[in-house]
């Protein structure tokens, strides 16, 4: 009975591939997020989502690209990626967009 | 524009101490939110408290408690008799109508037995 998923926890990859982490949440919420902490452990927003609809869209490469098949899934697609995107990936979601934030458990990324 | 200051990057405390975790925040808004979460060496982030700009009444679980005051942009973040489970990274974090957290630079708390 997770609040929000994400798969996979932990993900290492070549640089120049292409790969995806997927976000899902059954609390109902209206809006979900992806957040970015680095190694020095700073959390910045990446993309927010209210209804399947972009509402945030911070400046982050377009070699990121968030999808939001349905309301309870939010997925981040990675191109062409890169020794800087290594760093542990959160997906949280909100029943709106000013409620309380329930994070995932993180997906840490490590480009080679 | 939104800034959370945490200005204690680390603190060391032994065990049945208490320490408080301070949070200073920036806003024009005057309607936002304060919070804070809690990282543990599993690495998952726990949401712990959230407070509005209206609400000043100082909250108190448990061994936890924490002060907002409006007139210094602080919301501090006390662990009365700590434990070795409150080991972590603790985040203040800052929402002030542009629909995402702002969050400070973390505090590590480390509680030695």
């Known amino acids: 009975d997770t609040a929000v998923s994400q798969t996979p926890k932990y993900l290492v990859t070549q640089m120049g591939n292409d790969k995806s982490i997927k976000c899902e949440q059954n609390?109902?919420?209206?809006?979900m997020y992806w957040y970015k902490q680095d190694s020095k452990k700073f959390l910045k927003i990446m993309f927010s989502y209210n209804n399947k609809e972009l509402i945030i869209n911070e400046t982050v490469p377009n070699r990121f690209s968030p999808k939001s098949p349905d309301k309870a899934h939010l997925n981040l697609h990675i191109n062409s990626l890169e020794l800087g995107d290594s760093a542990v990936y959160f997906c949280?979601?909100?029943?709106?967009?000013?409620?309380?934030?329930?994070f995932g458990p993180g997906t840490r990324l490590t480009v080679l | 524009a939104q800034k959370v200051t945490q200005a204690q990057t680390e603190i060391s405390v032994v065990e049945k101490e208490d320490v408080t975790l301070d949070c200073v925040y920036e806003t024009r808004d005057t309607t936002y939110y304060l919070f804070w979460y809690k990282q543990p060496p599993s690495g998952e982030l726990v949401f712990l408290i959230r407070?509005?700009?209206?609400?000043?009444q100082n909250e108190i679980s448990g061994r936890y408690s924490w002060n907002f005051q409006k007139s210094t942009s602080s919301f501090n973040f006390t662990i009365t008799a700590s434990q070795v489970v409150d080991s972590a990274v603790y985040f203040c974090?800052?929402?002030?109508?542009?629909?995402?957290?702002?969050f400070g630079k973390g505090t590590k708390l480390s509680v030695i037995p």
């Open positions: 407070r509005n700009s209206f609400d000043e």
């Open positions: 949280a979601s909100s029943q709106d967009t000013a409620d309380t934030q329930y």
């Open positions: 974090a800052l929402e002030a109508g542009s629909y995402q957290l702002t």
């Open positions: 609390l109902g919420h209206d809006t």
